[in-house]
């Protein structure tokens, strides 16, 4: 896929859910951008607090187990690491708001953690939808 293909498939998929949203007469949330964190496994239960003050103004977390690899350049050599993404979601002007404190604390918890660098995605257009059921 082009860019240019990417851009019109979100665009259709955007005027979709809206439509959807529109005619279902459920009050939803949309939250368009998430951040993901790459947290060694074996160092999960020390970035847990961490986790919870990167977390707290995005409201929630999700994560999961993956197989992770970095390249040793000094050795040559890949070394895999079972890594567990931390993945938040938010609105842009969340992300805006919080942008800067969340890159501190995540520096943070990268020297606490005692490692050479802490990966983090942001990604844009990433589209949650919330139903709130709490009449």
């Not at 970035?47 to 187990?65: D, F, K, T, V």
């Not at 993404?85 to 805006?96: A, E, H, I, R």
């Not at 949650?128 to 059921?133: R, S």
Request: charged letters at 15%.
């Amino acid at each position: 896929m082009t860019t240019n293909s990417l851009s019109v498939h979100h665009e259709q998929l955007s005027v979709m859910v809206e439509k959807a949203i529109a005619t279902s007469q459920v009050p939803v949330h949309t939250l368009g951008y998430s951040l993901i964190w790459h947290v060694p496994a074996t160092q999960l239960s020390a970035a847990q607090p961490h986790i919870h003050g990167l977390i707290e103004p995005y409201c929630g977390y999700n994560a999961s187990l993956s197989d992770g690899n970095w390249f040793d350049r000094k050795n040559n050599r890949w070394c895999p690491e079972p890594i567990v993404l931390v993945k938040s979601y938010m609105t842009g002007d969340v992300l805006q708001q919080h942008l800067p404190t969340t890159l501190q604390r995540s520096y943070s918890m990268g020297k606490a953690l005692e490692q050479s660098a802490i990966a983090l995605e942001i990604i844009p257009n990433n589209l949650m939808l919330t139903i709130p059921t709490d009449d």
